[in-house]
């Protein structure tokens, strides 16, 4: 079993609705790629872990969320100059 790395980037939100749409990013993509092993975001959960630490843009994000996130692990979520980036490692 492997994983795949992905994110969702959510510009001008608060925490709060951040946490809104990533869960109902969650939804859809257990309803589109199913519950097993299907490498999407749906494999990573709807509770986000924040991380206090924050950079100045997106790609810096990615590159941190893709060293320090463990597949299995709630997602992560990275704030950057100007949004959240959301994301972690999805068993495939």
Excluded at 24 to 37: F, I, M, T
Excluded at 43 to 66: H, K, N, Q, Y
């Amino acid at each position: 079993m492997g994983a795949e790395y992905q994110s969702v980037t959510f510009l001008n939100a608060t925490k709060e609705e951040v946490q809104k749409m990533w869960a109902k990013d969650v939804e859809q993509s257990l309803y589109d790629y199913g519950h097993c092993y299907s490498g999407a975001i749906g494999m990573l959960g709807a509770d986000i872990e924040w991380v206090f630490e924050s950079f100045p843009t997106e790609r810096e994000c990615d590159d941190w969320i893709m060293e320090h996130h463990e597949k299995w692990e709630p997602p992560l979520g990275v704030a950057f100059n100007g949004g959240w980036v959301v994301g972690g490692w999805c068993a495939s």
